[in-house]
């Protein structure tokens, strides 16, 4: 479940955002925080539900460049969605996060989390971070159907890693499940 109106907490910050490119080797385009907007939004914390142009809705980060400046990542879907170009200005929402995770968890991850408790013991010892690596990885793919084999296969992969995650070889189990599935049609 994307966040949208109905579950977002309470709107906490409102500033507008220059779109441009990123100083790094890892993020390609941001939205960049206004320098008088910076100690405000950092004393509300890092992640929240981040509303762009009013027409955009998703949980992230404010993250800091090494000489005190905030952005926000945002991805070529979204930067295509809302038509944005270098340089232009961006309405920013931030509203409060109440998801557990710092993202939505589906139903059909949950489900198989609930239905292993040592999957669940190992998934609810990763750091946030990685917690939402694994529901990122779980559920960014549209067939509910995928998102319940990858699913099995994380927590699987948690159980025989005994909670640590190797990500070459989860992708590795990932496609031996997905060729195991092909077979049987």
Wanted: aromatic share 12%; charged share 25%; net charge neutral.
């Amino acid at each position: 479940m994307e966040p949208s109106a109905t579950n977002k907490g309470k709107l906490l910050y409102a500033l507008k955002g220059t779109y441009g490119k990123a100083d790094s080797k890892v993020w390609g385009r941001v939205l960049w925080v206004p320098f008088e907007d910076i100690s405000p939004i950092k004393a509300l914390g890092k992640r929240f539900i981040i509303e762009l142009n009013k027409a955009h809705v998703y949980h992230g980060a404010c993250m800091p460049t090494a000489e005190g400046e905030l952005y926000f990542y945002i991805n070529r879907e979204v930067q295509t969605k809302l038509g944005l170009i270098d340089g232009d200005l961006v309405n920013i929402d931030l509203y409060e996060d109440q998801s557990e995770f710092g993202a939505p968890l589906f139903d059909a991850f949950r489900e198989v989390l609930d239905q292993d408790e040592f999957g669940w013991s190992h998934f609810s010892k990763l750091t946030p971070g990685a917690q939402r690596n694994l529901i990122h990885f779980v559920q960014n793919v549209k067939s509910q159907e995928i998102q319940v084999r990858r699913a099995f296969v994380v927590v699987d992969h948690l159980n025989a890693q005994q909670g640590k995650i190797d990500y070459k070889l989860l992708n590795a189990e990932m496609k031996a499940a997905n060729a195991r599935f092909k077979t049987r049609l």
